[in-house]
């Protein structure tokens, strides 16, 4: 039986974000379609959804490639990636429903499960899904977009990161746990309709990952005299 077109877009966009399809790769849709077990025509509905999104890049006559990053998106991803994130908070505090806050608490505790079990993929998924359900209880139809794709490329950079070399990751079990009590207390905040805190502790979350990641972008050069003595 052919999958459903929403459950071909969320595995299509969980390879992505997992990098199990990696960043600039081609995307051959006759294999897709035979994976799916589906036609060109909705599958390409699927891939123009997916670039709308963010996810992938539709190149006249030139096929799909998964969305790349470089050197300047990167830039430009710590640039906005607070400002974002401060004001879809504040919005979520203002907005959030009760079944919205229940939804981002089961996401929460997949999260927990997550860095218990030690899993790079789920822990990078569920933190992507936490971060976009705060999007959705946000209800801004401008913000939302770029939330998106913000977190598309967040959650690819933190994959990358967490497959590096964890003795030598500035992510200790104490950091790991301080992002789950933010979490925690993100929830609390937007259950509370408190706008200021909810901003407070999203710029805390941010803070505990950017510098660890942008280390990991842009490592510490080398010496000089280790150069000169090899």
Same mark, same amino acid.
């Given at each position: 039986?052919?999958?459903?077109?929403?459950?071909?877009?969320?595995?299509?966009?969980?390879?992505?974000?997992?990098?199990?399809?990696?960043?600039?790769?081609?995307?051959?849709?006759?294999?897709?379609?035979?994976? %799916?077990?589906? +036609?060109?025509?909705?599958?390409?509905?699927?891939?123009?959804?997916?670039?709308?999104?963010? %996810?992938? #890049?539709?190149?006249?006559?030139?096929?799909?490639?998964?969305?790349?990053?470089?050197?300047?998106?990167?830039? &430009?991803? %710590?640039?906005?990636?607070?400002?974002? @994130?401060?004001?879809?908070?504040?919005?979520?505090?203002?907005?959030?429903?009760?079944?919205?806050? *229940?939804?981002?608490?089961?996401?929460?505790?997949?999260?927990?499960?997550?860095?218990?079990?030690?899993?790079?993929? #789920?822990?990078? @998924?569920?933190?992507?899904?936490? $971060?976009? &359900?705060?999007?959705?209880?946000?209800?801004?139809? @401008? !913000?939302?977009?770029?939330?998106?794709?913000? !977190?598309? *490329?967040?959650?690819?950079?933190?994959?990358?990161?967490?497959?590096?070399?964890?003795?030598?990751?500035? $992510?200790?079990?104490?950091?790991?746990?301080?992002?789950?009590?933010?979490?925690?207390?993100?929830?609390?905040? %937007?259950?509370?309709?408190?706008?200021? !805190?909810?901003?407070?502790?999203?710029?805390?979350?941010?803070?505990? +990952?950017?510098?660890?990641?942008?280390?990991?972008?842009?490592?510490?050069?080398?010496?000089?005299?280790?150069?000169?003595?090899?």
């Amino acid at each position: 039986m052919p999958a459903s077109k929403e459950s071909i877009l969320t595995h299509l966009r969980r390879q992505i974000i997992t990098l199990e399809l990696a960043p600039g790769a081609m995307l051959d849709e006759a294999a897709l379609c035979a994976e %799916f077990d589906i +036609s060109r025509t909705p599958m390409r509905e699927i891939l123009r959804r997916l670039d709308g999104e963010g %996810f992938v #890049q539709v190149r006249e006559n030139r096929g799909v490639i998964v969305a790349p990053m470089d050197l300047r998106s990167m830039r &430009q991803f %710590f640039l906005t990636a607070p400002m974002i @994130y401060a004001a879809i908070s504040r919005l979520a505090a203002q907005n959030a429903q009760p079944e919205q806050l *229940d939804r981002l608490t089961e996401i929460q505790n997949a999260f927990k499960k997550a860095v218990t079990s030690g899993s790079v993929e #789920q822990l990078v @998924y569920y933190n992507d899904q936490f $971060h976009y &359900q705060i999007g959705e209880m946000a209800d801004n139809p @401008y !913000l939302q977009p770029s939330l998106q794709r913000l !977190l598309i *490329d967040h959650a690819r950079i933190g994959q990358t990161f967490w497959r590096a070399d964890k003795q030598a990751s500035a $992510h200790t079990p104490d950091k790991i746990a301080e992002a789950c009590r933010h979490h925690d207390e993100m929830i609390a905040a %937007f259950a509370a309709g408190d706008e200021e !805190l909810a901003v407070q502790l999203t710029l805390q979350h941010w803070e505990l +990952s950017r510098a660890d990641i942008e280390t990991y972008i842009h490592p510490d050069p080398l010496a000089l005299d280790s150069l000169m003595t090899g």
